[in-house]
């Protein structure tokens, strides 16, 4: 079993900037492609972003590429999702994700599921 807990969520103007971060109680951090998603009020969760289990491979979403950058350190059990040029449609609950598959986590099956952490993007 493996817990993720988030934080670094928050309330910020339109341009402005959050990192989020995601610690996992993993036994082996390592093992786990990484991956934040978010839902926004009365819509459905959706993907974000992923890094995979070596950090040598990202993938996001059109909606935040090249604003948003995810890393992680292996070190600290951590994953990070660095936000920039924010917008008001950037607003939502953020979840972190862990899986063992890159194709699960990508796909919206990932294995384990953090609380989540509010980002609010005021215009």
């Known amino acids: 079993q493996v817990q993720l807990v988030e934080s670094g969520g928050g309330l910020v103007q339109a341009g402005g900037s959050l990192r989020l971060s995601c610690v996992a109680s993993a036994r082996t951090f390592s093992d786990y492609a990484m991956g934040w998603f978010r839902q926004a009020p009365g819509k459905e969760r959706e993907f974000v972003t992923a890094?995979?289990?070596?950090?040598?491979?990202?993938y996001y979403a059109d909606s935040v590429k090249g604003r948003f950058t995810i890393s992680r350190d292996d070190a600290k059990n951590t994953a990070y999702l660095q936000m920039n040029s924010l917008k008001p449609e950037d607003t939502g609950l953020y979840y972190c994700a862990a899986s063992n598959t890159w194709v699960t986590l990508t796909g919206g099956a990932p294995r384990y599921w953090g609380q989540g952490t509010q980002v609010t993007v005021s215009s």
């Open positions: 890094i995979s289990r070596s950090g040598t491979g990202t």
